[in-house]
């Protein structure tokens, strides 16, 4: 069965930081490009960062110098290090696999808060 199952969330105050960690199972990620998005009450799901198999990366603009996408394939397991957080940031994080050659093999997490307030 194919999974993936994010952790790490949680209540944080403004200016702090967390670690998000995505696990997969069923598969292995070494092939997928792995992203991590994020969909705060009211508003549509955003791309934050994505990170290929050859671990080139992209942010979007509103969290570059802020979050941090990882990969360590050999634990199946890809991380999102989050510091400077603000209250904008406050939404449900999910995790997202894409393999690059074949479209039709994508998977989605099914979330981890976050939530960001003094």
């Known amino acids: 069965q194919v999974q993936l199952v994010e952790s790490g969330g949680g209540l944080v105050q403004p200016g702090g930081s967390l670690r998000l960690s995505c696990a997969g199972s069923?598969?292995?990620?070494?092939?997928?490009?792995m992203s991590w998005y994020r969909q705060a009450p009211g508003k549509q799901r955003e791309l934050v960062a994505a990170?290929?198999?050859?671990?080139?990366?992209d942010y979007a603009d509103s969290v570059k110098g802020r979050f941090t996408i990882s990969r360590d394939n050999g634990k199946n397991t890809i991380y999102l290090q989050v510091n400077s957080l603000k209250p904008e940031d406050t939404a449900v994080y999910y995790c997202?696999?894409?393999?690059?050659?074949?479209?039709?093999?994508?998977?989605w997490g099914q979330g981890t808060q976050v939530t960001v307030a003094s």
């Open positions: 069923g598969f292995t990620i070494s092939r997928y490009t």
């Open positions: 997202y696999a894409a393999h690059e050659q074949v479209a039709s093999l994508t998977y």
């Open positions: 990170i290929r198999s050859g671990d080139s990366t």
